[in-house]
């Protein structure tokens, strides 16, 4: 048994996917590390080029798109290490960063999963754990920009976030686009829900880990490059909908079918307000390809919605 599986999904992303898989050759971690990855009907000559260019990875090439939730399962069945790596085809590994991640969960066996510190592609900070879960309240504040408000506004921190960059901490959720999860709280919880196409599927993941007593940490010494939103940015007309329908799963689920209409009329209203400024961008800015992508997209979202 090896000590790290790494598992990647991927869709249309070949030259990020090279990235990703030159960087963790390259980091070369001390951990006994393999690679799977799922190819979920690529286009773009991605499993092409991962049989070639990197023949010791373990190569599943699906017929058709999955989702995430379907192909990371996939993975996670044919996975032989003690630790699963789930890495997004767009990520980066930073040199010493898997071995960091291993020995942390090593040290700390309470932990189901933890997340690394996630970089922008210029190197800034981008968010990458959440202290609570989605909510009703959470729908409203994100779809009619309330966080942009003074009344939605949370307050400073006590501490500054450099004062705590090398802590690790307790967390309710992490973006998963690097996670590294235990093996035995994977048996424990179980796999991730196929219900979810794509979009919260980690969370859902979190929620059940963190109801049967296990942690989720967050451990900024580990860092890597997440370059974001690669596969969902080459056709929003269908990923953005996605978004929506897996709240209203994650709430139907975990607080009760009575809430699910309100978080309903929270992406309605929000589409709506989308759609009115990406037409004043369609008919002022240059970049007029992408905002009829996106009009698209929520107009979809305003048609799915009522039957999500």
């Not at 980091?27 to 991962?50: F, K, L, Q, T, Y």
């Not at 705590?164 to 309710?172: C, G, H, R």
């Not at 037409?279 to 009522?306: F, H, Q």
Request: hydrophobic share 40%.
């Amino acid at each position: 048994m090896c000590d790290v599986s790494t598992l990647i999904v991927n869709w249309n992303t070949r030259d990020l996917l090279h990235r990703c898989l030159s960087s963790l050759y390259r980091s070369d971690p001390r951990a006994n590390m393999e690679i799977i990855v799922v190819d979920n009907s690529s286009g773009d000559g991605s499993g092409e080029m991962v049989a070639k260019e990197f023949p010791g990875v373990t190569l599943i090439k699906n017929k058709e798109n999955l989702g995430f939730a379907r192909a990371c399962n996939q993975a996670i069945r044919r996975a032989r290490g003690n630790f699963l790596l789930l890495l997004n085809s767009d990520a980066e590994v930073c040199n010493g960063s898997l071995d960091t991640m291993v020995s942390f969960m090593e040290k700390n066996q309470s932990v189901a999963a933890a997340g690394c510190k996630l970089l922008n592609s210029d190197g800034s900070l981008q968010r990458s754990h959440w202290d609570r879960f989605p909510s009703v309240r959470d729908a409203f504040t994100e779809n009619l920009y309330l966080y942009r408000m003074p009344i939605g506004r949370k307050p400073a921190p006590a501490a500054a976030p450099s004062a705590l960059e090398n802590s690790a901490i307790d967390v309710a959720h992490l973006l998963g686009a690097c996670v590294i999860i235990r093996k035995e709280a994977l048996a424990d919880v179980g796999l991730f829900d196929e219900d979810y196409f794509m979009y919260l599927e980690e969370t859902d993941w979190f929620y059940r880990a963190r109801a049967k007593g296990w942690r989720v940490c967050y451990v900024p010494s580990a860092e890597v490059i997440h370059h974001g939103q690669q596969s969902s940015n080459l056709d929003p007309a269908r990923a953005v909908p996605y978004l929506s329908k897996s709240y209203c799963h994650f709430i139907r689920k975990h607080h009760g079918k009575r809430r699910v209409p309100a978080v309903k009329a929270a992406f309605a209203s929000g589409a709506l307000v989308r759609i009115c400024l990406w037409t004043k961008r369609w008919l002022s800015g240059p970049d007029k390809g992408l905002a009829r992508g996106m009009l698209i997209a929520y107009s979809n979202v305003l048609r799915d919605i009522w039957q999500a």
